[in-house]
């Protein structure tokens, strides 16, 4: 992998990953843009404990435009983008109109390739494996920040999800604090780990669920599930087998397998709803243990925390999506219309040809 950092015209920073070690990228942004202004803010709920960014100026944001207006395809001639070159592997940068933005945080844009017609399942395992490089490298890179505590990669596709770009991209977003439901799961590993003389509850979770009938894909390195308690009609979460972390301690036989494995349950969940569907919605989450500290979680150590994928889709049954109505929006309760057991079973039915 080849890293390559330029910055574009209103000073935002954009880092080139490249698969070959000889590409050169020195391209310039010619748009005429002033320097970013956000009036990014965190406010803390005293109520809930938890936070909310206030972002007024998201609103200006770029809003399904046209294939030929996409400002995330590479620049060619006059038609010019977020990208200066005319071509790219992998590309990340300082999102235009951030969520979180300098004393709050940092948004970052994942673009997963140059090809605005593919989906991350439409990327070979070389080029998903340099996403993961990527994404490795972003959450090096961003957890030394001074106001970084936790670093997120994630991609949301489907317009069904939110998307106002449709080209292959996710976001990096780099929070200030430890997420409300980071300190959930971190709560839990505390409590098991005291009542059971220190058992990680990762494990015990992982463990028991190797043994029962929601596996969905199992490799020598990796493993995906449904899990017992799912929120979503199809949910997937997608655990390295030896527990780390975050993306940076995985090692290379982890790395190197997890294209094959990760790549085989998107084109699944293509395939859960019948040919001819549209493709399939969803949220791919990376959970990563936070880089602060962490002692008002008794006992717990970042080592304690185990890094994992969470894949799941709104999607609940052909043409119709599984909405956060009374229930889940006002009281945090999810009602799941798809057993888990029936959800594993149709992933493994749907093995991608």
């Not at 395992?125 to 993961?132: D, G, I, K, N």
């Amino acid at each position: 992998m080849k890293k390559t950092s330029t910055r574009l015209a209103d000073g935002r920073e954009l880092i080139y990953y490249d698969l070959r070690d000889d590409r050169v990228r020195d391209a310039v942004d010619r748009r005429p843009l002033d320097r970013t202004v956000t009036t990014s803010e965190v406010r803390h709920d005293v109520l809930l404990g938890d936070a909310v960014a206030v972002a007024s100026h998201r609103q200006g944001r770029t809003y399904h435009p046209p294939a030929d207006e996409c400002p995330l395809c590479p620049s060619e001639g006059d038609r010019l983008s977020e990208i200066p070159d005319s071509s790219y592997d992998v590309v990340v940068f300082e999102n235009r109109f951030p969520s979180l933005a300098g004393d709050s945080g940092r948004c970052e844009v994942v673009c997963f390739t140059s090809d605005h017609t593919a989906s991350f399942a439409d990327l070979s395992e070389e080029q998903a494996r340099l996403v993961l490089d990527a994404w490795t490298d972003r959450t090096s890179e961003l957890s030394h920040l001074p106001s970084v505590e936790q670093v997120f990669c994630f991609e949301n596709r489907g317009a069904e999800i939110g998307v106002t770009l449709q080209h292959p991209h996710g976001q990096i977003y780099a929070y200030p604090f430890t997420t409300p439901r980071t300190a959930l799961m971190l709560r839990q590993v505390a409590a098991h780990k005291e009542a059971t003389g220190g058992e990680n509850l990762f494990d015990a979770v992982l463990e028991r669920e190797l043994a029962g009938e929601r596996v969905v894909l199992e490799g020598e390195h990796w493993a995906a599930f449904v899990p017992y308690a799912a929120h979503w009609p199809y949910e997937v979460h997608l655990y390295p087998k030896r527990r780390v972390p975050d993306l940076l301690a995985l090692d290379e036989a982890a790395r190197t397998e997890f294209p094959q494995v990760y790549l085989e349950l998107l084109r699944r969940f293509d395939r859960i709803f019948g040919e001819g569907e549209p493709p399939t919605p969803y949220i791919a989450a990376w959970h990563q243990a936070p880089f602060g500290a962490l002692e008002e979680f008794d006992g717990v150590v970042r080592e304690d925390f185990a890094c994992h994928l969470e894949l799941f889709t709104i999607r609940r049954t052909s043409g119709k999506l599984k909405y956060l109505a009374g229930s889940e929006s006002g009281m945090s309760v999810f009602i799941n219309d798809v057993p888990p057991e029936r959800a594993a079973q149709r992933l493994r039915e749907v093995a991608s040809s």
